[in-house]
């Protein structure tokens, strides 16, 4: 008897904490499934090429060749980790160079007019 | 800069072979985000800066060839270590109940952690390994399980192809979800049958 009772413990602490695990994961699935239907820009992170970045903010590569001072190349697939390094920079430098190029281009090629959006929705 | 960041950083730089490889090697075991590399490898075939079938193509055999390596090392090395492990979890008794159960689910769960549940994947190519599970049956649940896995998110990953990293760490999450529901599932299940089962039947036994 004392050994069964030993092993439904065990089950029932294993049982407890593999629902606690997935509900942890489930509660963080839909956390971002709702933060990514809000913000669709994702962050820059060092793994990304220019043409992942212009891509994902819809920003036309040369602008952004232009803003990190690099000649554009057609399939150019270099992630911004080994641009910044061939540029003796931070990688950090890099992304926040990008980042004000994307402000910028957004400021001055405002979406096109339809319904109109609320006082400040626009910004990144 | 995390693991998945210089992986995908690999994979801008050194293009297919590093696909091939991290699968190969994802798929043995040592535990890399294969499922973002794929997702990537989709946009980038969407940015037109890889070719979709060289993807596809290297992207299976190298989880394939990683699957059949992790069968071997149950098939050919493990036995003795495994007999030994299986004094700390009960003996043998119940290893070979797990190996039962094992053998009568073992095609759908070859084929289910090749795409649904991948984190289970290189357990049970070891176990299908140990359990001398039939290998050309082994290998016809590997091919189609994986081809679905590189399809299914190297098609999510050029479908999506501007917000790969949210997918993927979308996915990565909703995979332990439901790793871990059929988990629950199988403990709650064993738990339930203890519960109904006689204790003297089951002193008896030991």
């Known amino acids: ?124 | 800069m995390n693991l998945s960041d210089y992986l995908l950083s690999g994979l801008g730089i050194y293009g297919l072979p590093l696909l091939f490889a991290a699968l190969l090697v994802g798929s043995v075991g040592i535990p890399l985000p294969a499922s973002f590399l794929l997702l990537a490898a989709g946009s980038f075939v969407a940015q037109d800066d890889l070719s979709l079938w060289p993807v596809l193509g290297l992207s299976a055999a190298g989880a394939i060839l990683g699957d059949n390596i992790g069968y071997a090392l149950g098939r050919w090395g493990g036995r003795r270590m495994f007999t030994s492990l299986s004094r700390l979890f009960g003996g043998m008794n119940r290893v070979n109940q797990t190996e039962n159960w094992l053998k009568r689910w073992e095609g759908a769960g070859i084929f289910f952690s090749r795409w649904l549940i991948t984190p289970l994947g290189p357990i049970v190519n070891i176990t299908s390994g140990l359990n001398h599970y039939s290998w050309p049956r082994f290998l016809l649940y590997c091919v189609t399980g994986e081809a679905l896995w590189v399809l299914l998110y190297v098609s999510l990953g050029k479908l999506f192809s501007g917000q790969v990293q949210a997918m993927s760490e979308f996915f990565g999450d909703l995979t332990w979800v439901i790793a871990g529901l059929l988990v629950a599932l199988v403990l709650g299940w064993s738990l339930f049958k203890s519960f109904r089962s006689p204790p003297m039947r089951l002193k008896s036994k030991t």
């Open chain 1, 1 to 124: 008897m004392r050994k069964l009772g030993r092993r439904e413990w065990i089950l029932l602490l294993f049982f407890l904490v593999t629902l606690a695990f997935t509900g942890l994961f489930a509660a963080r699935a839909f956390r971002r499934a709702v933060y990514w239907r809000q913000h669709r820009d994702e962050t820059i992170r060092p793994w990304m090429s220019v043409g992942y970045v212009s891509h994902s903010y819809r920003v036309p590569p040369p602008v952004l060749y232009q803003a990190i001072g690099v000649e554009p190349t057609p399939h150019d697939r270099r992630p911004l980790r080994k641009i910044a390094a061939q540029q003796n920079r931070s990688v950090d430098t890099l992304i926040s160079e990008l980042q004000l190029a994307i402000i910028e281009f957004r400021r001055s090629h405002p979406p096109p007019p339809g319904p109109p959006l609320p006082k400040g929705g626009a910004a990144p």
